[in-house]
């Protein structure tokens, strides 16, 4: 069984970045691909970001091309989405998921 819990997120000014929301598996057995959603004001929360494996590699919404990476560290298996240009319209509560395991969530706030 793997618990996931995430971290970081906070409030930036637009245009800005910030300590990315990261999320680490404790108790896990091998690496799991995981991907990031985020879930606006209103809104349906939705896929931003995601790994595949066997090659890895990382996959992003066009929203977020170009501002958002996916960072993993598998020795710590933990796993960041690093975002840069931020704009107002990010500010959402971000979510990672492994397999059915959701996290439970990071605020992200961009003020204008």
């Known amino acids: 069984q793997v618990q996931l819990v995430e971290f970081g997120g906070g409030l930036v000014q637009t245009g800005g970045s910030l300590k990315p929301p990261c999320a680490a598996s404790v108790i896990n057995s091998g690496i799991i691909p995981m991907a990031w959603y985020r879930q606006r004001s209103g809104r349906q929360r939705e896929l931003v970001a995601n790994?595949?494996?066997?090659?890895?590699?990382?996959n992003y919404e066009d929203a977020v091309k170009g501002r958002f990476t996916i960072s993993r560290d598998n020795i710590k298996n933990t796993v960041c989405l690093q975002m840069n240009s931020l704009k107002p319209g990010d500010t959402a509560v971000y979510y990672c998921?492994?397999?059915?395991?959701w996290g439970r969530g990071t605020q992200v706030t961009v003020s204008s």
């Open positions: 998921i492994t397999g059915t395991l």
């Open positions: 790994e595949t494996v066997l090659p890895y590699s990382t």
